[in-house]
């Protein structure tokens, strides 16, 4: 059976025990009304980031009208391909990533309308080019089915010795470099990278690890390259454990976490969508509230002294024309 080459490194060593101290820290810090805030809006980022990194052009405040059912002009795959990770998304909880069954099943989801071999494994030949370059030929199509099922094996023998932020990054890399589908690869990997996190810690279900990935795309690509050029996949997990690190301090040290939002400060932020601005009445009105003293003493206010709402014309509090924009 196949086993995938790698070393630990006292690199990886120092990040997973980083990683585990943040993750105990964001697991004290906040609330469950917090979480319940956090996992909605890591769905978000994550699904956003994860298509932008397959070039998907739709903008953050689109990926959010398509999910809550608004009308998007926009191309048709596009907005079909936030419809299926939304949905594939939702279902991160319920995956088992040990079942080789599951991961055709959410493949099936997350390509579903766009591919013909949706939830199957390729068969024919695939490659990565830069332009007319191919600089990466992915094993034959007569391989991916013994190559999955091999990787599946290894990923239930190694589950209990290998520690699981380990693990998940070699699965990752593994996964691209097999290319088991005929589309839908990288957000297959990556989303799969969180099933795996999620079983050991439900934390990572709003930890969006996918944006780390998109701010940092060209060193993501070159840690892949490079793993391949060195037939292991040591850069690439060490890469892997060092987003995932960032992504849980962004947490830690972001607003929402360090102020400890109350009950209205978090229905209201609830309400509302990444820097989309909105009139002091139409805030109200989503939460259903006649008064206008109640609402900024209460929801609006406290969210302002903290930084994480502000007006759009603040030189002018009382412009007819002010609106209120979410920047956290």
């Known amino acids: ?26 697991n004290f810090q906040i609330n469950q009304e917090t979480k319940v805030h956090l996992r909605r809006n890591s769905k978000i980022k994550s699904i956003h980031s994860s298509l932008k990194i397959e070039a998907n052009s739709l903008s953050l405040n689109q990926i959010n009208d398509v999910i809550n059912g608004k009308l998007v002009i926009g191309d048709r795959r596009e907005i079909q391909e936030v419809k299926n990770a939304y949905e594939a998304y939702n279902k991160l909880s319920d995956i088992n990533p040990y079942k080789i069954n599951d991961l055709n099943e959410i493949h099936l989801i997350m390509t579903k309308h766009l591919i013909e071999q949706a ?17 990466f030929m992915a094993p034959s ?9 091999d990787l599946f094996k290894w990923l239930n023998k190694e589950k209990d010795n290998i520690h699981p932020l380990i693990l998940s990054s070699i699965f990752h890399y593994e996964f691209v470099f097999i290319h088991p589908y005929a589309d839908g690869n990288g957000r297959m990997a990556r989303l799969w990278h969180t099933a795996i996190l999620c079983k050991w810690k439900p934390i990572f279900e709003f930890i969006p690890i996918e944006s780390e990935i998109e701010k940092y795309q060209n060193e993501y690509y070159k840690a892949i390259s490079k793993c391949h050029v060195n037939g ?4 690439f997990i060490e890469f892997m454990l060092t987003q995932i690190n960032m992504a849980l301090e962004n947490i830690i040290n972001s607003s929402v976490v360090n102020n400890y939002l109350s009950e209205y400060e978090l229905r209201l932020l609830n309400c509302m ?18 008064s206008k003293e109640t609402f ?33």
Do not use: A
């Open 232 to 235: 292991n996949s040591n850069i």
């Open 1 to 26: 059976m196949y086993n995938p080459p790698f070393e630990i490194t006292n690199k990886m060593l120092n990040l997973v025990s980083k990683i585990s101290e943040n993750v105990e820290k964001i």
């Open 273 to 290: 969508e990444f820097n989309t601005p909105y009139t002091l009445i139409k805030l109200m009105e989503m939460l259903n509230l006649k």
């Open 141 to 149: 199509h007569t391989n991916v089915s013994r190559l999955m099922n």
């Open 119 to 135: 939830g199957k494994f390729r068969n024919s030949e695939v490659g990565v080019f830069e332009g007319d370059r191919c600089i």
């Open 296 to 328: 900024r003493k209460n929801y609006l206010h406290p969210l302002m002294e903290k930084g994480i709402v502000e007006m759009t014309i603040p030189d002018k509090p009382k412009s007819k024309n002010q609106r209120y924009i979410r920047n956290n």
